[in-house]
């Protein structure tokens, strides 16, 4: 049975639309909140972190109130990057941890992230339990009066996030004489990534860190890397850092103005950790990740597995295998030695870590040559138009046209109402012709 409010990475649209509005958000806190209160753990604590969206003004009130109401006591941390909700709902041994964001999204759309008290997203299976309390009568979960939960702000949320991130690391490990560019996405992170950064010693120049609740991803950040580009070639930085609106991704850009992906990257810490015998089992990607990536393990010896599109895939599939590193193309990159879920600050710092003794972002990152790749992003009203007959014969044609050639693949997006067709083939021409075929088929 599908999920009815849960997508792959949490809930998300458009605000005041649909499931994103306050009376929404009042049930998922109280449904989240009756499900972890009934595994009966001693203290019943949500901590909830949020983007720098203007709807979060209302969403997060709601959601509150409706956490409050199942008997939960609530601490709210403002702006913080996701992978700091989830190290604190860990850390302060909370039922569970909710973000509020639309990750990568424009300003207009909102959402969350559930995690559980092990700083893990949810199953499929725990949120399917909390859809159906979500469907149930609001009357039979709320608390009596004298349990009602209690609500405080933690000011100082985005310094206890940056401790934990220092404490992976040597106590000796600094910056300086290293230039750093960044661009914060006017997102969660423009507060913390900075403060980090400066706190170890490098000169730090920054972008996306003027958040007015509108311009979250606003021609910024991890999705529109050329800004990151401009900024390192103007300051002359020895590595541009691109986040995205929560900061669970990272994009980087090279001294040289070369902008490098999350499978160079990828490709580049499996390569340090194996060296270093850090790296455990081998590395999960995902459909979308490179040909040519998959080529470069196999000839490194690198075991590589595939997993759906989306992080917490990626974290599952970790988990069942037992690898520490897996990751996406889009830059969400789990280091499973320090971290349950996607943080682009961390693997920002893994890799300064690795530049510390004087090497150059270029020589690091250029790690495979990849395979020529063509993502087309279709907006569609149904989603499900993939699996109309004239769309599936179209897929087959295109198939059978790519033969061994290259790949192709045909995907609902989780987050958006869009489609998404992924070519791949050292033939481009081949490619384009492929994807004009499937995409002919959606539009008319």
């Not at 691109?242 to 994009?251: E, K, N, P």
């Not at 997993?307 to 897996?326: C, I, P, S, T, W």
């Not at 045909?410 to 994807?435: A, D």
């Amino acid at each position: 049975m599908s999920k009815k409010y849960f997508g792959t990475d949490g809930i998300r649209g458009k605000v005041n639309k649909g499931n994103i509005n306050g009376e929404m958000f009042f049930k998922f806190g109280l449904s989240a909140g009756t499900y972890f209160k009934n595994l009966k753990k001693n203290k019943q604590i949500a901590i909830i972190a949020k983007d720098t969206r203007l709807s979060g003004y209302t969403l997060e009130p709601a959601l509150v109130s409706g956490l409050v109401s199942a008997g939960m006591h609530v601490y709210t941390l403002g702006p913080l990057p996701t992978n700091g909700l989830a190290m604190l709902t860990k850390k302060m041994r909370a039922n569970m941890g909710i973000m509020i964001t639309a990750s990568h999204n424009p300003y207009f759309d909102n959402g969350l992230k559930l995690f559980g008290p092990d700083g893990l997203k949810l199953s499929d299976q725990i949120e399917k339990k909390i859809e159906k309390l979500i469907d149930s009568k609001i009357t039979q979960n709320l608390s009596k009066p004298n349990l009602l939960g209690r609500v405080k702000r933690l000011e100082d949320a985005n310094d206890r996030y940056i401790k934990i991130l220092k404490s992976n690391f040597p106590k000796n490990f600094r910056l300086k004489k290293i230039k750093i560019a960044i661009d914060c996405a006017n997102g969660a992170g423009y507060k913390s990534a900075p403060k980090l950064l400066k706190s170890l010693g490098a000169k730090v120049y920054t972008t996306g860190t003027s958040p007015n609740g509108l311009n979250i991803n606003q021609k910024c950040g991890s999705t529109f890397p050329r800004k990151i580009k401009l900024l390192v070639k103007k300051y002359r930085a020895n590595l541009g850092i691109s986040l995205d609106g929560d900061a669970d991704r990272v994009i980087l850009c090279d001294e040289r103005g070369t902008i490098v992906d999350g499978d160079q990257i990828l490709a580049m810490l499996a390569n340090r950790w194996k060296r270093k015998k850090i790296l455990r089992g081998g590395v999960i990607g995902t459909l979308m990740s490179n040909y040519g990536l998959q080529n470069y393990f196999k000839e490194k010896k690198i075991k590589f597995l595939r997993a759906n599109v989306g992080d917490r895939y990626v974290k599952e599939k970790m988990q069942k295998n037992k690898f520490n590193l897996g990751g996406e193309q889009s830059g969400h990159i789990i280091l499973g030695k320090f971290a349950t879920t996607g943080d682009g600050l961390l693997v920002a710092l893994e890799v300064l870590f690795s530049m510390r003794k004087g090497k150059k972002a270029s020589e690091l990152l250029k790690i495979f040559k990849p395979m020529p790749q063509i993502l087309e992003n279709i907006i569609v009203r149904d989603k499900n138009i993939i699996n109309k007959l004239k769309c599936k014969k179209a897929i087959r044609k295109a198939n059978k046209l790519m033969g061994k050639e290259g790949r192709l693949l045909v995907r609902k997006s989780g987050t958006e109402p869009k489609i998404r067709i992924m070519g791949e083939s050292y033939n481009k021409n081949l490619i384009i012709k492929c994807i004009k075929i499937i995409k002919h088929s959606i539009e008319h």
